[in-house]
């Protein structure tokens, strides 16, 4: 009887400590229970995993994504004891001990006081708030990472430009020195059978920014009395969160016009309900609008992140381009654009939903005064089940939407005939990408060759372009070498009507009666196919003043690798400061054609003064307007 009254009373101190220690474990949130089945797998299965960790796994398994124990149990070796659970350990001494290589407990204090004067345990705050929020865990001094280890790329210029305590503290400067001169944002978020818990994250993501000078708007595209409940609740925490409810299902658009209607912010930004915003985005977006009051699109740079939080595939976009938005909704998210400009347009169209921000963009770039790029990665965007995040093919009918979008955008800039197919590769790879094929175009083109090498080359070149359609209007012969016999080039060109100019490109410029000056070497062979109308197509698109194109070599054929082909323009915007910029008015725009072997160049309102020296040792090929008629 004795000795079962002491095994009876032994299990039930060691079942107390069980409870205690889950208790402590559980108010710590610093047990990721979703990650540890995905590391115990059958083992903790079909138990409870915190009651498994407890039992069984403390001694090998890891409780959450930072805190690696057979590390931790390697570094405080002298002052842990062999029966010693290494998380309790670390949550009873924390800050003073580190969860592992990638956390530093005391340094995260240092950089955010406002986290170290709430008490919380840093790691917990981290996990829960801080990597939403684009805060940065730094590494444990004179930590190396073992050989084949772990950190991504990206993971890597993570830890290197997430925002610091400095960031934060400079923003805030630069809002303050601004004053008067910000913007108000209004964020605008649909809701339709939202996961609350992504939902939270989403409207917590607006909460926690760094500039106050925004309003959120709920927007309830549904009749459910619950989806109403949640959202109610929000307008609680904070006076600046609104909400609208539709009482029945309208639909993307319809939902953030009604969100927009009820708007009284300068500028619109457009959040879906699952996604993110990192802290300090409504403050770059104010800042960019201030520093440019004619903006009125602006966007910028995103990255992915899964429901643990981990972030991943980033996309750092080019500055605006117009020719590349007709190929593919770069702009992505963030999407910005000022009220006055949103409600003149009409907001979104019903019948684009699924695609409605790209035809959005579409029609606004056609008026927008000036577009604006903020080369940060401002906005997280949720890759889950039924997200383009993770393949277009979640949302098939956001792709066949797109070519419609394309299509009207070509009309309404005057460019008829053209076609738009999804591209070959987009659809293998399940992207949003598209070809557009331009028809005839009414532009006469002058093409100078420069010859570079022997006479064959030229016949075999001058021949192609006069089977070329639209044939070119006239040809001109630059001499390009001292080598090989310019009396046979010389014969040649006249047998097909081509004129040898010795006074080099400002005497061509002073007799060509063509739209376009196209400039070709020789040695180089456009391929058999409509390549004349793609260049021009692309000439006619608005505000083109540089169409590029892709230059192989014979002996790289396959490996597609292109030769650099740079051009310059008579005129060019100002250079904006600080790290957003853009291109804007009725400067020239840089864009890249369809067409493999050709480079144009558009002049505006007068002649072209370069020195033909100068001008041939630009680029292989290029092409200006000769004269304003």
Request: proline share 5%.
């Amino acid at each position: 009887m004795h000795f079962r009254s002491f095994r009876s009373a032994t299990e039930w101190l060691a079942n107390l400590r069980l409870r205690r220690a889950r208790r402590i474990i559980e108010r710590s949130g610093l047990f990721d229970e979703r990650f540890y089945r995905s590391r115990a797998g059958e083992l903790a299965a079909s138990c409870d995993p915190i009651d498994h960790y407890l039992r069984v796994g403390w001694r090998e398994l890891d409780p959450n994504q930072l805190f690696e124990t057979s590390w931790y149990a390697r570094t405080y070796a002298s002052v842990l004891k062999r029966e010693d659970n290494p998380l309790l350990d670390f949550i009873r001494h924390s800050p003073a001990r580190n969860p592992g290589p990638q956390f530093d407990a005391a340094r995260y204090l240092e950089d955010y006081p406002d986290v170290a004067a709430s008490g919380a345990n840093p790691l917990a705050h981290y996990l829960r708030f801080g990597r939403f929020e684009g805060r940065s865990a730094r590494l444990v001094p004179n930590y190396l990472p073992p050989i084949g280890a772990v950190l991504t790329r990206y993971e890597s210029w993570l830890s290197a430009n997430a925002l610091s305590k400095t960031d934060v503290e400079e923003l805030r400067e630069r809002l303050a020195a601004r004053g008067a001169s910000l913007p108000t944002i209004s964020v605008i978020v649909p809701v339709y059978r939202p996961d609350e818990q992504l939902l939270a994250r989403a409207v917590e993501s607006v909460c926690r920014q760094l500039f106050d000078g925004w309003e959120l708007w709920l927007v309830n595209d549904s009749d459910c009395e619950k989806t109403s409940a949640i959202i109610d609740a929000w307008t609680v925490r904070d006076e600046r969160i609104g909400t609208v409810h539709l009482g029945e299902n309208r639909g993307i658009s319809a939902a953030t016009n009604a969100g927009a209607a009820a708007a009284r912010g300068d500028v619109l930004l457009f959040l879906d309900q699952d996604d993110e915003l990192s802290v300090d985005c409504a403050g770059e977006i104010a800042i960019h609008y201030a520093d440019f009051p004619a903006s009125d699109l602006v966007y910028s740079d995103d990255d992915k992140i899964d429901r643990s939080g981990r972030r991943y595939d980033p996309q750092f976009k080019p500055d605006w381009s117009p020719a590349l938005l007709l190929s593919w909704m770069y702009v992505g998210h963030v999407l910005t654009v000022r009220r006055p400009l949103f409600e003149s347009l009409g907001g979104f169209r019903s019948q684009f939903d699924g695609t409605q921000d790209y035809d959005f963009t579409l029609r606004a770039a056609e008026v927008a005064r000036r577009v604006g790029h903020v080369s940060k990665i401002l906005y997280h965007w949720r890759a889950i089940d039924g997200s383009t995040a993770l393949s277009a093919a979640e949302k098939p009918l956001s792709t066949e939407r797109g070519r419609p979008a394309i299509e009207q955008a070509l009309q309404r800039r005057g460019i008829t005939g053209a076609r738009v197919n999804p591209a070959e590769w987009a659809e293998c790879a399940g992207a949003g990408a598209y070809n557009v094929q331009f028809g005839a175009s009414s532009s006469t083109v002058a093409v100078i060759l420069e010859v570079r090498s022997n006479v064959d080359s030229f016949r075999r070149c001058i021949e192609l372009l006069n089977a070329t359609t639209p044939a070119p209007a006239e040809i001109f012969v630059v001499k390009r070498s001292h080598d090989g016999d310019w009396e046979a080039v010389a014969r040649l060109a006249a047998e097909f009507g081509a004129r040898c100019i010795a006074g080099g490109v400002e005497a061509i410029l002073e007799s060509c009666m063509s739209d376009m000056l196209l400039f070709l070497s020789t040695d180089l062979v456009p391929p058999p196919s409509d390549w004349l109308p793609q260049l021009l197509g692309w000439m006619d698109v608005g505000r083109t003043g540089v169409v590029g194109a892709r230059i192989r070599r014979a002996s790289r054929m396959s490996s597609g690798r292109p030769a650099t082909c740079t051009t310059t323009s008579k005129r060019r915007s100002p250079p904006d400061s600080g790290r957003t910029s853009t291109s804007a008015g009725p400067a020239p725009t840089r864009c890249s054609g369809t067409a493999k072997a050709i480079s144009w160049c558009r002049s505006r309102r007068r002649r072209r003064t370069t020195r033909s020296g100068t001008l041939a040792s630009t680029a292989s090929l290029s092409i200006f307007r000769s004269r304003t008629r």
